[in-house]
């Protein structure tokens, strides 16, 4: 995933200056979503890494995306803890998320305990 997002960042930034903002955002969250749920069809290893390399590719376009978006509706003096604080969500989401699939694998294991 890492490396299609370092060999896609030069097209992104290319198509960031040539493109509509708007257009480009929702066009590359929406084959990012549209991978991602094609991710279930891989039946092997292989397919899973395919999946996941061009998923990676979409993926490569989300940060610089959004700062360019902040950077057009946010005064200067503004920039910078509106990107703060869209950086330390994505910390705070990870924590959450992994608390609530901890409580539905412990609400699982007891369903399957109990029968």
């Known amino acids: 995933m890492y490396v299609a997002q370092l060999v896609w960042q ?8 040539k493109l ?6 929702a066009t590359m ?5 549209i991978t991602l749920c ?18 990676g590719s979409f993926e490569a376009s989300v940060a610089p995306t959004f700062i360019a978006l902040v950077q057009m509706w ?3 003096g503004e920039q910078t803890n509106r ?15 992994l608390l609530l699939l901890f409580r539905d694998s412990e609400l699982t294991q007891a369903s399957w ?3």
């Open 83 to 97: 990107n703060a604080a869209w950086y330390s969500m994505l910390g705070v989401v990870n924590i959450v998320s």
């Open 74 to 76: 946010y005064r200067r």
């Open 38 to 55: 094609g991710m279930s069809a891989a039946h092997n290893f292989g397919g899973l890494m395919a999946a996941r390399f061009v998923l």
């Open 10 to 17: 030069p097209c992104v930034a290319y198509f960031l200056v």
């Open 29 to 33: 969250v929406l084959c990012w979503g």
């Open 113 to 115: 305990e109990a029968s």
């Open 20 to 25: 509509p903002l708007g257009k480009f955002c």
